[in-house]
């Protein structure tokens, strides 16, 4: 399961938060992000997954946060 949580700010921004895969406290993560609205059409997110997390993946590698950008863009033909 997975818990998420979202504050609008005057439509322009809106802060984000969400805990994921509840069930298993050990390989949850919490996730943040902003999103920033640049028109009413494109928006723009900055988000980090995995805030606090630590530990290795099952093939060894480091586990690290993870930052994330994304452009989006919505509308119709």
Known sequence: GSLGLGLNIQD???VMT???NINN???SRL???LRV???PYFNMDFSIRGIGQG???SNGGPRDPE???QFKYCGTF
Do not use: A
């Open 18 to 20: 969400e805990w994921d």
């Open 12 to 14: 322009k921004v809106k």
């Open 67 to 69: 930052r994330v950008v």
């Open 25 to 27: 406290f050990h390989d």
């Open 37 to 39: 609205y640049l028109t």
């Open 55 to 57: 530990g290795t993946f």
């Open 31 to 33: 996730n943040m992000g």
